[in-house]
Nanobody, 115 residues
């Protein structure tokens, strides 16, 4: 069974940075085909960044140039480096499969951007 554990969130001032981690265990297809999603209060979950097989990446327009997704095959971990954070980035961040199906969702990690 797949288990996803997100960490690294917190409270940060606008313009600050955070690095999120997602440790995956179990039978995932590929750590290089994972994505980060986020859900703000009262809003639907949205795709933020994704890795596709190989070196391709996808970023939502709202985070392009500020966020970077990466993975560590040896650690079976996917990361999200978030720079120049804005209040509108406040949300619970989750990792999951980048494809059409989802693994069981983890608990997510809260990111709050506020002065």
């Amino acid at each position: 069974q797949v288990r996803l554990v997100e960490s690294g969130g917190g409270l940060v001032q606008p313009g600050g940075s955070l690095r999120l981690s997602c440790a995956a265990s179990g039978s995932i297809a590929s750590i290089n085909a994972m994505a980060w999603y986020r859900q703000a209060p009262g809003k639907q979950r949205e795709l933020v960044a994704a890795l596709t097989r190989g070196t391709s990446t996808y970023y939502a327009d709202s985070v392009k140039g500020r966020f970077t997704i990466s993975s560590d095959n040896a650690q079976n971990t996917v990361y999200l480096q978030m720079n120049s954070l804005k209040p509108e980035d406040t949300a619970v961040y989750y990792c999951n499969n980048a494809g059409a199906y989802s693994y069981p969702w983890g608990q997510g990690t809260q990111v709050t951007v506020s002065s």
